[in-house]
């Protein structure tokens, strides 16, 4: 069992960039699916990145490829979002989930087993 916890979030101008970490404050991560989700403003959550426990296969939405990045650090028991070039259509509390190895179905929300408290990103134009 994992807990996950998001840090990073803010207020940024569009065109900037923010860098969202999810470290698990309780067990590890390790061989872990790890993924992140954002929901917009009276939207449901949406897929946004995914990054495989095994091979390292990352899996991005059509709307961020090119822009944001997805990795982690097993050593630091922690997963990242890099965010670049910044929309306001981005703005949105964002999520991280865990799901146990096997597999992989980044995309799916209900396939996770473990999810943080969300931190608020906005970009403004």
């Known amino acids: 069992q994992v807990q996950l916890v998001e840090s990073g979030g803010g207020t940024v101008q569009a065109g900037g960039s923010l860098r969202l970490s999810c470290a698990a404050s309780r067990g590890t991560i390790r061989r872990y699916n790890m993924g992140w989700f954002h929901q917009p403003p009276g939207k449901e959550r949406e897929f946004v990145a995914g990054?495989?426990?095994?091979?390292?296969?990352?899996y991005y939405a059509d709307s961020v490829k090119g822009r944001f990045t997805i990795f982690r650090d097993n050593a630091k028991n922690t997963v990242y979002l890099q965010m670049n070039s910044l929309k306001p259509e981005d703005t949105a509390v964002y999520y991280c989930a865990a799901v146990s190895g096997g597999y992989y179905d980044a995309r799916e929300a209900d396939k996770y087993d473990y999810w943080g408290q969300g931190t608020q990103v906005t970009v403004s134009s």
């Open positions: 990054i495989s426990w095994s091979d390292g296969n990352r």
